[in-house]
């Protein structure tokens, strides 16, 4: 499967904030100037940038896709989606077996987010509040800067569900777009469904980022601007994975009722485009995720 490159997937996300979010380390800052808790910043042409790591936008996800992948079963709720923090899949795994037997070994949520011995099919590229890294100016970051809030937090006891003596910090709170990229190489039919379905939890608002998700902050609405595939076929490729075998199941676009074609492998989706491969993905994503788990040996 990783040796033959059968189609990748680029998606270009904005996320909007629509509530408050805080991305952080989570440890305290040394800068006296800074909020107690602040957000995450990368040192960028010199310039200190508040961004996204990709882990903060996988971790929800996962999280979100292993629970939605856990429901559609009755028995054997493993298959679906491995207790990470308890017995995961990878325990089973010998790491001297090929990529179809560690494939065909894994959950579905491993299948697609990966385990220790099973590479991603989704990478979720850093987000930053521009499209693209050359309008990072000076003028720009003040105006980003200046637009991140500063809120008083109170410490809570948790022990006592009281407020801790004197716990009072602060803590940053933004609210402006980030950009970036989230590839998917190889994906079956149903991983892409699922990302969809992920995306749309997010925009409900069910999947939050960062912290505080409990005082209601990190809802953030995930918009996908264009869809990049390429694949060397010059067809719309999906892996398909049957009886301990990858195989490709592929469509024309024009069979989706996609408007735009290939050109030297690539193709672009925008706007109603992206909604055909949304519809396509998402169409009979259930009976496809149960067919999948069907292959999953135990
Ligand atoms: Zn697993």
Redesign the pocket.
Known sequence: MFRTLRSTFTFHLSLYPKTGVLVSSGSIPFDPTLPDISFMRARINGKNVPFIPGSSLKGPIRMYSESFLRSLSDENKDRY??N?SGR???KDINRKWSVEEKYER??L??RIFG?TLLASVVRFEDLFPFRDITEIDEEKIREIENSIAVRPGVGIDRAKGSVKGGALFSYEAVTFPFNGRMMMKNPEKWQVGLIFKAFEAANMGIIRFGRNKSRGMGWMEVKVEKVEIFSPSSKIVFTKFENGKFSSLSADPEEMGINDRFENGFIVLEGEDIEKLKGWTLENLENEIREAVGGVKV
């Open positions: 989606a491995c990470i995961s899949c990878d894994s959950c949520a491993c385990n």
